[in-house]
Nanobody, 123 residues
């Protein structure tokens, strides 16, 4: 049973920073893609970024490009989301997801999802 768990949410002021972590466990085979998503109250879930565990650059949504950075530590099965210059509209529940096979760009076809971690940004 694959489990995905997010950590690191919290409350920050506008222009602040947070680092979210995502740990994947229970998998006998490594997952190929990892992604971050978010959902604010009353809004649909939004894709934020994804990265291939095989390497290469992360791909970002326009809304976070230049402010958010994805990194990973494959030895620890951990994905990170460094969020800088946070805005009130970045406040949301942030989710991590994993996909067994490529292509990673199929962001709405990921196989395993975490329960989310809350990010609140005050103005």
């Amino acid at each position: 049973q694959v489990q995905v768990a997010e950590y690191g949410g919290g409350s920050v002021q506008s222009n602040g920073s947070l680092r979210l972590s995502c740990v994947v466990s229970g998998s006998t085979r490594p997952t190929y893609c990892m992604g971050w998503y978010r959902q604010a109250p009353g809004k649909p879930r939004e894709w934020v970024a994804y990265i291939s565990r095989a390497g290469g650059s992360a791909v970002y949504a326009d809304s976070v490009k230049g402010r958010f950075t994805v990194s990973q530590d494959n030895a620890k099965n951990t994905l990170y989301l460094q969020s800088n210059s946070l805005k009130p509209e970045d406040g949301a529940m942030y989710y991590c997801a994993a996909r067994r096979t490529p292509p990673c760009r199929n962001v709405w076809s990921y196989d395993y999802w975490g329960q989310g971690t809350q990010v609140t940004v005050s103005s």
